[in-house]
């Protein structure tokens, strides 16, 4: 994972950053998001998903029968 201790926020008046520190900042969000998501979902975590996935289906069916 990238060092990101070089970066630190440069504040002017009132609490806002720089264009500059802005700029550097979404650089290293991009950077530790990118890899994060090369990390792919855990298998563990599609099975949970794939479990809720199956019981909202099951329950938009019950609704439309009640419905009829």
């Known amino acids: ?3 990101y201790t070089e970066y ?4 002017r ?9 802005l700029n550097k900042l ?3 969000l991009e950077a530790y998001f ?3 998501r090369g990390q792919g979902v855990p298998d563990r ?3 949970l998903l794939q479990q ?6 099951h329950r938009r069916d019950n609704d ?3 419905r009829d």
Not at 8 to 11: E, H, L, W
Not at 52 to 57: A, L, Q, R, V
Request: aromatic share 6%; hydrophobic share 20%; no cysteine.
């Open 34 to 36: 990118d890899d994060v």
């Open 1 to 3: 994972m990238p060092d």
């Open 52 to 57: 809720y996935d199956g019981k909202e289906d």
């Open 45 to 47: 975590f599609k099975e």
């Open 64 to 66: 439309r029968e009640d």
């Open 8 to 11: 630190t926020a440069v504040r």
């Open 13 to 21: 008046g009132r609490g806002r950053l720089t264009r500059e520190t």
């Open 26 to 28: 979404g650089k290293v």
